[in-house]
């Protein structure tokens, strides 16, 4: 009797666990494939994982939380943190919603630190994310902040951190770099721009977490838009320097809200 419980329960949770896969969100990356750069690049991205998974060294979430407490010590020592204030409290209150919306979350303590610089950036490393004043200024409501921080968010969980870890670490192993220790390998880290079919995956999750939180997800395809007007700016880094464009990530945002959701975002 006990065992056939066992397998009752057993049974009742795998048809848990494929009601939820059948619910499952499309990630359709092929709105990048008009571009063939972008094609090669995301290619050449899927070949260099595989064999990273397969000769890298590993790098643990622990690692990975270890190298965003040291990141952010280095941070506060050359930037400057807004502590209080409405802003603050906004994107702090925006994290909070985004947070709950993780389907499987792998285990970082998420927290959001406001850099007061003009520069427009966000940017993540083990959990902790970092968003600008100026980005902040460029947003023109919550609903855009929701999806930037999502796509955030998205970086850590897809593991794209962790895989550049990796990359460092299997470099100073195998190739003997090791030319600057953690230091160097948190600013390889920064400094790698993920590749475009990891960016626009970002986009996709971050809509989906905004979405689920209950923001109005159109108004990514606005910011893209609105970011591709500014595409050469000096002051535009970080979230924005690998490409795909901004209006590509525009329109892949906008079929992704399409096909999953059944909204219709204006143009
Ligand atoms: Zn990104």
Redesign the pocket.
């Known amino acids: 009797m006990k065992i056939t419980c066992t397998i009752f329960l057993l049974s009742s949770l795998l048809n848990l666990a494929f009601s939820q896969t059948k619910k499952e969100i499309k990630y359709d990356l092929s709105c990048l494939e008009t571009d063939a750069i972008s094609t090669s690049t995301s290619l050449f991205g899927d070949v260099e994982k595989d064999l990273l998974n397969m000769f890298g060294t590993e790098v643990t979430i622990a690692e990975e939380i270890e190298l965003g407490e040291t990141l952010l010590k280095e941070i506060t020592n050359t930037f400057t943190f807004i502590e209080k204030g409405e802003k603050l409290k906004k994107i702090e209150y925006i994290l909070s919603k985004l947070k709950k919306e993780i389907f499987s979350p792998k285990g970082f303590d998420y927290k959001i630190y406001l850099i007061d610089t003009t520069m427009l950036n ?3 490393l083990g959990g902790k994310i970092y968003f600008t004043t100026g980005m902040y200024n460029f947003c023109t409501n919550d609903n855009e902040i929701a999806c930037i921080i999502g ?2 968010i ?2 850590n969980e897809l593991g ?1 951190i962790n895989d550049q870890i990796k990359r460092s670490k299997t470099a100073t192993t195998f190739l003997g770099d090791d030319a600057g220790g953690v230091t160097a390998m948190i600013g390889n880290v920064l400094t790698t721009p ?1 590749n475009q079919k ?2 626009a995956h ?2 996709l999750v971050g809509i989906d977490l905004a979405y689920g939180a209950g923001y109005a997800v159109c108004d990514n395809v606005k910011l893209w838009e609105r970011m591709s007007l500014d595409e050469d700016s000096d002051n535009i880094m ?2 924005f320097s ?1 490409h795909p464009y901004s209006i590509k990530r525009s329109d892949c945002s906008k079929r992704h809200i399409e096909s999953n959701y059944n909204l219709k975002c204006p143009k």
């Open positions: 966000a940017f993540t796509h955030e998205a970086h794209h993920f990891n960016e970002c986009d970080g979230i690998s």
